[in-house]
């Protein structure tokens, strides 16, 4: 009778939390890294360095920071908002002295276009140095919100009830949907002072 051999998987591993293929090469390189996560409300992203204790954090921030310190009315986890959360942490890591990082994404699949993809965009144009190739990022239209005024104008002409339902966060916080690109611009600036 062949004996059975029991092959143990890591509880993070199980969970989904831990790709401890990718984390050993993050270990080994000694470099900072960056983690962006997208829940059902808002984008953390953090810069963390290895330490056999643990991982140090450096820098952190949320896009339900932008609504309170920059006064962002918009949605806190569309392609927008993921950009000037990246953003955000880019300055952080400037004023932090941290000049790269790499990226390490866990477990999870990395979408071209996404949003996560816009908040390494938005981290990069701040100052971070990530090394990715640029046709990962999303159009800089989706990126300014020109895709959500575009929807925005043809709801609103074809159905204003549904308009009004679709939109009604936004529209509660005094943001039309069609001002996206121009709010977005505002958040940058003050985001960069």
């Excluded at 960056?34 to 450096?58: C, E, H, W």
């Excluded at 990530?130 to 159009?139: C, G, M, W």
């Excluded at 005094?174 to 709010?183: A, I, N, R």
């Amino acid at each position: 009778m062949a004996k059975q051999h029991y092959v143990q998987i890591f509880r993070r591993r199980r969970d989904g939390k831990t790709d401890y293929r990718k984390r050993r090469g993050l270990v080994q390189g000694k470099k900072p890294f960056l983690t962006v996560r997208v829940s059902n409300k808002y984008i953390y992203g953090q810069i963390m360095r290895p330490a056999p204790a643990g991982d140090l954090t450096l820098c952190a921030c949320s896009s339900r920071n932008l609504s309170k310190q920059y006064g962002w009315k918009g949605s806190a986890k569309n392609v927008p908002a993921a950009y000037l959360t990246g953003y955000q942490l880019g300055k952080l890591a400037q004023e932090q002295k941290i000049s790269e990082a790499q990226l390490y994404s866990g477990v999870s699949r990395f979408v071209h276009g996404s949003r996560i993809a816009a908040f390494l965009g938005g981290a990069r144009e701040a100052g971070l140095e990530l090394h990715f190739d640029e046709k990962i990022l999303p159009e800089e239209q989706r990126i300014k919100g020109d895709h959500i005024r575009a929807y925005a104008t043809k709801l609103s002409e074809d159905n204003s009830s549904k308009y009004n339902e679709f939109f009604s966060q936004v529209l509660s916080r005094g943001l039309k949907p069609q001002d996206y690109p121009s709010h977005f611009a505002e958040i940058k600036s003050s985001i960069e002072k």
